[in-house]
């Protein structure tokens, strides 16, 4: 298998834990990045292979599959142990339901907190109203996610990838300022599991090495390599 990946795509690190979860093998190509022109240009392959031009992107032989959400049920598909969806319906669909609202519903917040403060260099230029709105509506989110978190170890009943999907936004957010509060024992106490997962951390050690690296104004172009 080969990944279109991005050195900060929080999407393709998805994929790449789920991965490193199935100890799956995988060849990596990664999109050059640089903090004043985001993906652009985007490489002709990832144009012609997704129809928004966007990864990740996983290629099977002649078989093409993007967006992380269909590429989470392809692998689970193809190499369904150890399993990262419950097998059971109702429980299935929560998961899910969960790892939709990671990224269509929390995940747009913390895509404000990227634009605004991660992009935009210059902070009188920051839009601080959106920046505060997308802020509150975190912290309300995180509300949710502790209770929810409070009588059980992951999202659903064993680990899956509504975690990983949560996780992914969430340590955005963690990294762009917006924390859990003391409050948030629970979901405090799922962050710090999560972290300790070897597939977790080897990519949050990979996307924080490239966060300081943009920060240094690098132009961020990962070679070809494998997972
Ligand atoms: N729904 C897609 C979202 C993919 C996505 O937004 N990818 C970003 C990187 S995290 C991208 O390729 N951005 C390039 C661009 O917007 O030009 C998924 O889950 O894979």
Request: hydrophobic share 40%; aromatic share 10%; proline share 7%.
């Amino acid at each position: 298998m080969k990944l279109y990946s991005g050195p900060l795509s929080m999407f393709t690190a998805k994929v790449r834990i789920a991965l490193r979860e199935k100890n799956l093998d995988c060849d990596i190509w990664s999109v050059p990045f640089c903090r004043d022109t985001g993906y652009e240009p985007k490489p002709d392959e990832v144009v012609r292979l997704h129809p928004q031009g966007l990864v990740p992107i996983l290629i099977d032989g002649d078989l093409v599959v993007y967006d992380s959400t269909q590429i989470f049920e392809y692998l689970e598909d193809r190499n369904p142990s150890p399993p990262l969806y419950p097998t059971e319906p109702a429980e299935r669909a929560r998961c899910r339901e969960a790892e939709a609202y990671a990224d269509d519903v929390f995940f747009p917040n913390v895509w404000t907190l990227i634009s605004q403060v991660f992009y935009e260099l210059d902070p009188s230029q920051q839009d601080a109203a959106g920046v505060a709105q997308a802020q509150q509506s975190i912290q309300n989110d995180f509300a949710r996610f502790d209770e929810r978190l409070r009588d059980r170890e992951w999202f659903c009943d064993q680990f899956s990838v509504a975690d990983i999907s949560m996780f992914m936004s969430i340590n955005f957010a963690i990294n762009l300022g917006s924390t859990p509060s003391d409050d948030h024992e629970a979901l405090r106490a799922w962050v710090a599991r999560m972290s300790a997962r070897p597939a977790v951390a080897t990519e949050i050690e990979r996307m924080q090495a490239n966060l300081a690296r943009v920060f240094a104004g690098e132009k961020l172009v990962e070679g070809p390599g494998r997972l």
